[in-house]
């Protein structure tokens, strides 16, 4: 078994309201950066996995996310992995 730094990107779904994601939108065009179109503010998480296979390891965290990380009703995620030793 390898081990495996998995990272997951969580934000809220498009087309759902992100208040966070709204107010730091505002704060950036009320300092001068009007090029920002949308900011959606979500969460980054970092697991070190054992597992048999960089797969394996995805498909164990994408179940951790489907069970407790996200909320599959009102978030999106992507997941990433990386061999660390």
Same mark, same amino acid.
């Given at each position: 078994?390898?081990r495996?730094?998995?990272?997951?990107?969580i934000?809220?779904?498009?087309?759902?309201?992100?208040?966070?994601?709204?107010?730091?939108?505002?704060?950036l065009?009320? %300092?001068?950066? !009007?090029e920002? *179109? &949308?900011?959606? +503010?979500?969460?980054?998480?970092?697991l070190?996995?054992?597992?048999?296979s960089?797969?394996?390891?995805?498909?164990?965290?994408?179940?951790?996310?489907d069970?407790l %990380?996200?909320? !599959?009703?009102? *978030? &999106?995620?992507? +997941?990433?992995?990386?061999?660390t030793?």
């Amino acid at each position: 078994m390898s081990r495996y730094r998995v990272s997951v990107h969580i934000v809220p779904r498009k087309g759902l309201l992100d208040p966070q994601g709204k107010a730091v939108s505002d704060a950036l065009h009320a %300092l001068g950066f !009007p090029e920002v *179109e &949308d900011t959606r +503010i979500g969460r980054h998480l970092v697991l070190d996995v054992r597992a048999d296979s960089a797969a394996a390891a995805e498909t164990a965290v994408q179940a951790m996310c489907d069970k407790l %990380l996200a909320n !599959p009703v009102t *978030e &999106d995620y992507q +997941i990433a992995s990386t061999v660390t030793a």
